[in-house]
């Protein structure tokens, strides 16, 4: 084999790498997701063939991982941009190839194993940059839902409830206001749209269930499917006299983002401030000014995260492993849970006990498939079977899912 030939896929690897310098500080906090690929080319010559078989892993890669998050039928409707914007820009995302050895096929051709280090936050961000996480070509929307109570004077503001026709409100409003735009501007650079909503106007249409102090989960659900909101933002804002100074105040500010399809929040925040001595009108807006910038941001940041992470529309399951393990042979069957399902977004030790161990598991399909792909997995360097303590039971949701595993070697 010409030299040129024997050396073409390393150079082909440099060059990658090379290309890959700029985004490798974006991605080094990033946990990258091991893919491996075996295309095969017809190529006469083994540099082409291994070209062409890299190529082919980076286009697949990306196409496949694409569709994943966005689904089948928005790759369709957007075929052209996915095809334009993210395939053929698959090294921003990709930042690491390494071919295997060339295979003859028995055709005459070749084949190959590739693995590649997918950064999936990378590509999140560049798919929502593209607005091909929602339907339209808008961002993700997110519903709020602020209540802001002043103590002192036992007001409170909720939307919801048609409060801001009264005048004896309009500082609360004011306030509301305030942190709502914030929010709106803060969420907006990370790729998301809170749904501010005219007082007056979306309150009336509200079914009466609704006017309530809290709302439940059941009808977190219902408000995004009435308003078509990804997620809701519940926040409380209250004001008290200070504890500590006569004269001035006390604001503390919490809020939550929950996905509408689960109850588990995303994202949370908690703050206490104290304003300087003068009327609540004046030293609080001072505050909000300051301070709910910082607040906003760090909120928007966690969101970012989540969905970046995949892990808005999962559900959490459990799964119980028995065996005797060491703390490297723990690390090593997490790393291959995740290569082998991709529908596995983040998982996580819940507890450890002697000869078990228990994962929370954020799951992308349905309970019964994380079962059945569970029981057909293969694990290698290790010998499986599921645990009789699981049978006819234990989905993962309702109780866990137990296996054994037995290292061989």
Known sequence: MPAFCRL??????????????????????????????????????????????????????????????????????????????????AARFIPFVVPGELIRTPDGGFKAQVELKVSTLSLRKLIMDLGL?????TPVSIFPMLAVTDRSKTLSYRWWNGDGGDPQRQTLLDWHRDLQMTLHRELMR????????????????????????????QDVQEFGQLTGASMVLRGDLRVRE????????TVQIKMVVDPVVRGRSVAEVSRTYETEIGPTEVVVKKVLQKESEELSKDLATQVFEAWSRGTLTTTPLRLAIRGQFSPQQLVEIRQLLQRAHREIKAIRERSLEQERVDFEIDWSSTPAQFVEKIKAMELPGYQKKISSESQGSGDGSSAPLFIELKSMQ
């Open 190 to 217: 990370q790729g998301f749209h809170l749904m501010v909503q005219p007082e007056g106007t979306m309150s009336s249409i509200l079914p009466m269930a609704f006017k309530v102090e809290r709302a439940s989960q």
């Open 8 to 89: 073409f896929p390393l150079l082909l690897y440099v060059v990658q790498v090379g290309l890959s310098m700029g985004i490798a500080t974006s991605v080094q906090a990033d946990e990258l997701m091991t893919v491996t690929s075996e295309p095969t080319s017809k190529a006469a010559s083994s540099a082409e063939a291994s070209r062409e078989i890299q190529l082919k892993a980076l286009a697949g890669t990306a196409r496949d991982l694409t569709i994943e998050m966005i689904g089948e039928t928005r790759y369709t409707k957007n075929r052209a941009l996915v095809e334009s914007k993210i395939v053929k820009e």
């Open 242 to 249: 200070s504890k500590e100074v006569t004269g001035a105040w």
């Open 133 to 137: 996480l929602s339907d339209g070509q």
